[in-house]
């Protein structure tokens, strides 16, 4: 299972870019048997599924505990069936002719063809065409209250934010696009072709909707900008607003912030590479220790069997780990037990069917006679229609402009429908054409069109003809008992049983399939869609003569005053209609819900009578819409992964401070943002790593310093807790009034160097050792290995001024035994308590002027003592302003919070 740390070499390519984000099961697995100030790195979460899902609420989770109010408390494990195959999404790169490889891992009803899952990190959104339109409030109706509300007034919009859909479709516009949009708009509205859907039932667009007012209002000269119109144009407010509506939701960003690249269509996997980028800049290495410090981790190639379980006494079940599947063996992965009042968590990010597959499994007996019943129910997926047509320039001509165009035209419109059953179904309609097509024509349409499986299509049109592909998408009834998911009785796979899917057929013709009501229900949507299809095409065909294009290779000719009944009649429809399944975009079967006992999981995703499980995919949807999940899908993700930030997880102890506070402010609070305003001066390989609230020491071969560069100060109080882990090993100190350590030392200091046997010129955690004062922390009091003491080198242990609280190495009049007389005691020093491994203790430095006052106060037991007190003579050193830092001793490890400072 060992895997080498540096990169692979395969025949074509060396995997850099795997090795920086992927650990193999065994480092992660090595990574929770050891201990980092003092806590076991236990996995705090475990995300099982590394693709679109499982991806987005990692990097969610990763980023809200390592910015700003963070403070970096948790540790999260990414488990993914398949390999890292790419960084982004497949039409961010050059063409390379496919998608990567999919899998189907579980049994079909025979009359279905799933095309199965993409096994890889990023999984369907690496292929996915983009289109993401919000639920209407009818399509969600049944949806848990709390959970609408926070994605209509949050949710919704942090999610359009992140996948780029906000934004006005600003990468498909031109010529073509504006006549197609004008023509379609002006079709709708005529008597005959409605939809089920009037303009004013439908939203407003969402950059309308999300419209940031502090950049002015919407007019109709901003409106006019957003569909790419003429300043001249003279369209009204009312009408421009609709043309918005027929604009393609596409998650596709073109326009970045001044000095960014844009990421184009998106993808989870380059949030979760930025992740990955960041817990390994803060681990500051490789190999089994840096990984002990590293936040996230993700491991690819691991199938999970099984979660494992304990049933606690009050019947509710805990998850206690993970079993995954690999090189032929289970190993167990565990979480980390419940601490500082929080609880660790799995979340389970996989396809619906493979959710479902692991919830069952798991859950079948512990859960029996609960919400293990309802789990595979409620199956949900998509009907599918596509028609393809070429129309002949003459039938758009009227709202095209004179000049020949000189690049290859695109479009991409969207329009709502509903049928008599209250299902909803939508078109997504692609378009190119009205130029020759070059050599290169395939490759450029692969960049330009939202939807890959249109792209033969479209390579059928030229100068004089506009291939237009016009997609149905429809709801499919919930609770069908026709439509569920179970296990199968005979085949396994990875040692468990597999998933067995049924789906309602509507696509089989009632005699072979009779159905459900729902089934049939469905099979009338369907109907009722692909009628409004017909009707979208003769709109578009405008009273000329247009051809079918059922195959890549054939064309029907259709004539001038065909109406949509006759279309229906043609042989080309015979193939019009998508098999169930092939989607992708399949829910439901681990519904939310507020009744307990008419769903799966809570309003959050936390399944019913489990203290720690929650499920973050489609699976969780109660109905459907027509839309791709994707939007609603990371919507969920986010706020799944806030309330697990701030109301289940483990967060850093809560502060005890022993003292008034009155008049302090805080250096450093525990949060990621102040944790930067202190920096590291020495060599790299070691520092203070932002753990937990507090800073952790880490690192060997050479002195460091981590010090507060944001100010200097003269008179202070600072206080500042800390801890040690091992009685013979705790060697650290506060140094105050030292300057910069960037800069150069005094003249008059640098003669001071030949004292400090050890002294690195070329480290700058050095220099305030001479220009500062350190107040010790060390209860062992070793001597300097460097030094004399009266003779006798090394110098002894156990000297006063060495110890934990005195001013190091300013003379305390310890005594000189061989010669029978004491040192001066410059400094009045007294032992505080003793240090306590995994006990805070507090440091209160009082700098007034040249006297300097340290304190020690053990905080469990409230002892507090005055250490010592000391008037500073030397005109050169620890002069009135200076900066104040923390040493990083090598291969001592300590726990530092609760830094603050009172100052005149």
């Known amino acids: 299972m060992a895997q080498p740390l540096t990169s692979e070499s395969t025949s074509f390519t060396l995997d850099n870019m795997g090795r920086y984000l992927c650990n193999t099961l065994q480092e992660a697995f090595d990574s929770t048997t050891q201990t980092i100030a003092g806590r076991q790195r236990a996995f705090d979460v475990i995300v099982v599924g590394g693709g679109t899902f499982g991806a987005a609420i990692a990097e969610h989770l990763f980023v809200t505990d390592a910015g700003g109010d963070g403070t970096r408390s948790r540790r999260i494990l990414v488990l993914e069936a398949g390999p890292f195959v790419l960084p982004e999404h497949m039409q961010n790169m050059p063409f390379m002719g496919g998608a990567p490889d999919l899998r189907v891992p579980w049994v079909n009803h025979p009359a279905l063809n799933y095309s199965g899952l993409i096994f890889a990190i990023g999984g369907r959104s690496l292929t996915w065409g983009g289109w993401s339109p919000e639920l209407l409030d009818l399509e969600w109706a049944t949806w848990p209250q709390t959970t609408r509300d926070d994605l209509r007034t949050r949710y919704f919009e942090q999610s359009s934010d ?176 419940p601490r500082d009042s929080g609880q660790s968590a799995v979340v389970i990010a996989l396809g619906t069917v493979e959710t479902t597959r692991v919830a069952l499994t798991t859950f079948q007996q512990s859960l029996a006679g609960r919400a293990a019943q309802r789990m595979g129910s409620n199956l949900i997926a998509h009907l599918r229609s596509n028609l393809t047509i070429r129309v002949p320039r003459k039938a758009i001509e009227a709202n095209l402009p004179p000049e020949p165009f000189n690049s290859l035209q695109c479009s991409a419109l969207f329009v709502k429908g509903k049928a008599a059953s209250g299902s909803t179904f939508h078109f997504q309609i692609t378009a190119s054409g009205l130029n020759e097509l070059g050599t290169d024509a395939e490759a450029e349409l692969f960049k330009k069109i939202p939807t890959l499986e249109h792209l033969e299509g479209m390579l059928r049109a030229n100068d004089k003809t506009v ?21 199968s009785m005979l085949e396994t796979e990875f040692g468990r049983p597999k998933a067995v899917v049924h789906l309602g057929n509507a696509k089989a013709v009632p005699e072979a399939f009779p159905g459900s009501n729902e089934t049939n229900i469905d099979r009338a949507t369907w109907d009722e869609m ?34 949509a009944q006759r279309l229906a009649l043609l042989g080309a429809f015979r193939n019009r209609r998508d098999d169930l399944g092939t989607t992708h975009h399949d829910t439901g079967t681990m519904r939310m819900g507020d009744d307990i006992a008419d769903s799966v999981t809570n309003d959050f995703g936390r ?52 003292q008034p506070e009155a008049g302090f402010r805080s250096l450093f609070d525990g949060t990621d943002k102040t944790f930067k305003d202190w920096y590291l001066a020495g060599p790299g390989g070691g520092g203070m790593l932002h753990l937990n609230g507090e800073m952790v020491s880490y690192g060997g071969g050479g002195l460091r310093l981590f010090y507060y560069a944001k100010e200097a100060f003269s008179d202070f109080t600072l206080r500042l807790q800390f801890r040690i882990f091992d009685t013979a090993n705790h060697n650290s100190g506060v140094f105050v009034r030292f300057p910069r350590p960037t800069l150069e030392l005094a003249d008059t200091l640098k003669t001071r160097i030949p004292n400090e046997p050890f002294f690195d010129a070329g480290n700058a955690a050095w220099r305030p050792v001479i220009a500062g004062f350190e107040v010790q922390i060390d209860d062992n009091a070793r001597g300097d290995s460097g030094k004399d003491f009266y003779g006798i080198r090394p110098e002894l242990d156990g000297l006063f001024k060495n110890r934990t609280g005195a001013i190091y190495k300013i003379q305390a009049g310890d005594r000189v035994w061989h010669l029978n007389f004491n040192e001066p005691a410059v400094q009045n020093y007294t032992p505080g308590p003793a240090l306590v491994p995994g006990i805070w203790f507090e440091y209160e430095i009082e700098v007034q002027g040249n006297n300097y006052r340290v304190f020690l106060t053990n905080i469990q037991t409230g002892v507090r003592q005055q250490t010592t007190s000391f008037d500073n003579t030397d005109g050169e050193r620890g002069r009135v302003r200076g900066f104040i830092g923390i040493q990083v001793y090598p291969g001592s490890t300590l726990a530092w919070r609760h830094i603050r400072i009172k100052t005149p």
């Open 162 to 337: 992140q996948i780029g859909v906000t934004a006005t479709n600003d990468f498909i516009f031109g010529p073509l696009h504006s006549a197609l949009r004008k023509q379609l708009h002006t079709g709708l509205k005529t008597p005959g072709n409605e939809t089920g859907f009037s303009f004013a039932d439908l939203p407003d667009h969402p950059s309308v909707r999300y419209h940031d007012s502090t950049l002015g209002p919407i007019n109709v000269a901003l409106l006019r900008k957003w569909l790419n119109l003429p300043a001249g144009n003279r369209t009204s407010k009312a009408e421009l607003l609709e043309l918005l509506k027929l604009e393609a939701p596409l998650a596709v960003q073109s326009r970045t912030e001044s000095g960014l690249f844009p990421t184009n269509k998106f993808s989870a996997v380059p949030g979760l590479i930025r992740a990955a980028r960041l817990a390994n800049r803060e681990a500051d290495g490789t190999g089994p220790i840096a990984d002990v410090r590293k936040r996230l981790m993700i491991v690819p190639d691991c199938h999970v069997q099984e979660l494992i379980t304990e049933t606690q006494a009050d019947n509710w079940v805990r998850i206690t780990g993970v079993r995954v599947w690999q090189n032929g063996m289970s190993v167990d992965i565990p979480l980390a037990p």
């Open 467 to 487: 291939v237009i592909t016009i997609r149905g998408i429809g709801e499919m009834k919930p609770r069908n008992p026709d439509s569920f998911v179970d296990l």
């Open 530 to 563: 692909d009628s409004v299809s017909d009707k979208i095409a003769l709109i578009f065909a405008g009273n000329e003569p247009f051809e079918i294009l059922p195959t890549q290779s054939s064309a029907i000719p259709v004539p001038v005053g065909s109406r």
């Open 607 to 658: 399944i019913h009578d489990t203290t720690n499980c929650y499920i973050a995919s489609p699976a969780l949807f109660p109905t459907m819409g027509s839309p791709n999940p994707m939007l609603t899908g990371i919507a969920l993700c986010r706020r799944t992964a806030d309330l697990l930030s701030s109301s289940v997880l483990p967060s850093s102890e809560p502060v005890i401070s022993p």
